[in-house]
């Protein structure tokens, strides 16, 4: 298995306290989506119940159900109260979910995983395209993460095009450990606070 993230530079102790106040003070993920709690199961698991959007993904539970997606959850309330990690939930005005983000952090390396997905309705819409924008942006500027590292399966044509045109660096392949056991090989990218902002600040 290989241990995430690959560029590892050690974060001062202020730095990680801020990371981890702020990953417990969060609500909302820059008014996009709210983090993920009992009210959500319903909506979440009828939305991981499709596999178009699931089976590519591999730090959901292997079986998508009510009580999996319920622990997921309070797996997320629980790391959330470290300061480690995030599960939020975007819904639409009849309360569906119509995406979710998954943010896995490391405070010792101000570095941080972003997953989730995107209802397959609103996948040609642009709109999984400006939720990942805004999420990055968020993840640097309120978070305070140095670097996002993000894994996506070979097969994954879609995210990869999204990475590669955001401006991730493409640092190769690695395996990455399942919920369930195993390994699934994936492909790895990385990008940088000082990257993004000079991707942000070009004409």
């Not at 989730?116 to 309705?121: M, P, T, V």
């Not at 999984?128 to 996506?152: H, K, P, R």
């Amino acid at each position: 298995m290989t241990e995430l993230p690959l560029t590892r530079v050690a974060a001062s102790d202020l730095k990680q306290r801020y990371i981890r106040s702020a990953i417990r003070n969060t609500q909302s993920l820059a008014a996009i989506a709210h983090v993920a709690r009992d009210e959500d199961i319903a909506a979440l698991t009828t939305l991981l119940s499709n596999p178009d959007i699931s089976q590519p993904i591999y730090t959901l539970p292997d079986r998508i159900d009510h009580d999996s997606v319920a622990s997921f959850i309070h797996q997320h309330l629980d790391e959330r109260k470290r300061g480690e990690g995030l599960l939020m939930v975007s819904t639409d005005e009849h309360e569906r979910a119509i995406a979710y983000y998954d943010i896995q952090v490391w405070p010792q390396w101000a570095s941080c995983e972003l997953g989730g997905a995107i209802d397959s309705d609103y996948q040609n819409t642009r709109q999984g395209s400006s939720g990942a924008l805004q999420a990055f942006t968020w993840l640097f500027d309120v978070i305070g993460v140095d670097l996002i590292c993000e894994t996506a399966a070979l097969d994954n044509v879609r995210t990869a095009r999204l990475l590669d045109r955001i401006g991730f660096t493409y640092m190769g392949e690695i395996n990455s450990k399942l919920p369930g056991g195993g390994l699934r090989p994936s492909r790895y990218w990385e990008l940088t606070k000082n990257d993004w902002q000079g991707l942000q600040s070009k004409p």
